[in-house]
């Protein structure tokens, strides 16, 4: 086995070679992973939201069959929504506050920011709540067709 103390070394050289500085930062990290989620929950939603292909027996089914259906889709997607929407929200904002509070925030700082972090938790509930409503909403639509079929079966 040779012994290679000179400078021709290869991992001499590998390790004594200059390093460059990173001109990637942590928060140049966070805004493209924040904005990569938010893209991803977007198309989440947005497939969701895209018309189903018409099954084959379209021609045959009834107007209340085609109905349900599309009730039953809409209901799928409401339910779907804040797992599609609500993940790249929050990311986003935790993108936004997470660096605030890194930088040692001053009781001044936290009092300004009050009044968005309340805003934004208002928003949340509100989407919630809202959601929520739109899920009993098209429930109760099921379950009239529902007794409308079990009506017209007698």
């Known amino acids: 086995m040779r012994n290679d103390s000179s400078g021709n070394d290869p991992r001499t050289i590998w390790q ?6 990173s001109i990637m930062t942590m928060e140049k990290i966070r805004e493209k992973i924040a904005i990569a989620w938010s893209l991803a ?5 947005k497939r969701g939201v895209w018309s189903a292909t018409l099954p084959r027996d379209a021609a045959l089914s009834t107007g ?9 889709r809409r209901r799928y997607i409401s339910g779907h929504f804040l797992l599609w929407s609500l993940a790249p929200v ?3 904002l935790a993108t936004f506050i997470v660096p605030l509070l890194n930088l040692g925030i001053r009781k001044e700082m936290l009092f300004n920011m009050i009044p968005f972090l309340v805003l934004s938790v208002l928003w949340i509930a509100g989407v919630f709540v809202i959601r929520v409503r739109d899920q009993r909403e098209l429930q109760r639509e099921i ?3 529902n007794d409308i079929e079990r ?3 007698r």
């Open 151 to 153: 009506e017209n079966r």
């Open 143 to 145: 379950d009239e067709l």
């Open 41 to 45: 929950g977007q198309y989440f939603l």
């Open 64 to 72: 209340l069959e085609s109905y349900r259906r599309e009730v039953e």
């Open 16 to 21: 004594n070679q200059p390093t460059e500085p």
């Open 90 to 92: 929050v990311l986003a």
